[in-house]
């Protein structure tokens, strides 16, 4: 069967778009391969630099906590997490930036990306299970006193209102990063101009020297933002406040109370 699908495959397709295939299959191998050797020695330099912490596989060390648990680390795209803590380092938590240059820095990101997949192929077959066992480690009644106090996230939210059954709604990596993250919601604008008129909408666009919002019934407006007086309202802005002050146990506490609300 596979002779005759080879051969299937020789004849059907054009010479040339066959010598395209094999170069995209080049191209592909190449990067795979380049990403592997770059984990390779992001391996041997997390070892060095943040294995006395967080442990040589980064599951947790004297000092520092498992990485393969963390949000931040899970989150991450292309290390546009990962690199500023290293960079900058977290001094309320006792960690100190790390003097990595750029390439560095790309090499440990690829590692600590490699890990999780490793840690995802040991899961159990169902996803939502694993994703519990590695991110349920907080605790729900810290995550409830932080919800309803410190966090504030209680003065927009209400466990029986918006977020009644919400964890029946996503799994549990999603719910993570939907509290952590969230996204899909735009921002309004009010603009009043000079004679006192108001208009309200969507925000379409905002620069240093123009606005434009599309309002209710799909229109667009632009003026310069010298002429008018803007206000602009930003249903995430608590969000984006809150995530710098998250501590990694509040991060836990915060999803192991929302996986409460069933």
């Not at 990403?35 to 004297?62: I, L, V, W």
């Not at 790390?98 to 490699?114: C, R, W």
């Not at 603009?191 to 309002?215: E, H, M, N, P």
Request: with cysteine; net charge positive; charged share 20%.
């Amino acid at each position: 069967m596979a002779f005759y699908l080879v051969e299937y495959l020789r004849v059907r397709i054009p010479m040339n778009t066959r010598f395209l295939l094999a170069g995209m299959l080049a191209i592909m191998t190449s990067l795979v391969s380049m990403g592997q050797e770059s984990a390779k020695r992001g391996q041997a330099q997390f070892a060095q630099t943040c294995g006395f912490c967080h442990g040589p596989d980064a599951n947790g060390g004297a000092e520092g906590p498992n990485l393969m648990r963390s949000m931040l680390v899970r989150h991450d795209e292309n290390g546009n997490l990962i690199g500023p803590v290293i960079r900058d380092g977290r001094p309320t938590k006792g960690m100190p930036p790390i003097p990595l240059n750029n390439t560095q820095i790309a090499d440990v990101v690829a590692f600590l990306h490699m890990r999780l997949k490793e840690s995802d192929l040991r899961s159990p077959r169902r996803p939502r299970d694993y994703a519990l066992k590695l991110l349920l480690t907080g605790d729900a009644a810290r995550g409830k006193a932080f919800f309803n106090g410190a966090g504030g996230c209680s003065k927009c939210h209400s466990p029986s209102g918006d977020l009644a059954g919400i964890a029946n709604k996503y799994p549990p990596a999603d719910l993570q990063a939907r509290f952590l993250y969230p996204s899909g919601i735009e921002k309004t604008a009010t603009v009043t101009t000079a004679s006192g008129q108001r208009f309200k909408g969507d925000l379409f666009y905002s620069d240093a020297f123009r606005i434009a919002i599309k309002d209710s019934g799909g229109w667009y407006h632009s003026w310069s933002h010298s002429e008018v007086k803007v206000e602009i309202h930003d249903p995430l802005a608590a969000h984006l406040e809150l995530l710098p002050k998250y501590t990694d146990a509040a991060m836990h506490d915060m999803f192991a109370y929302l996986e409460t609300l069933k």
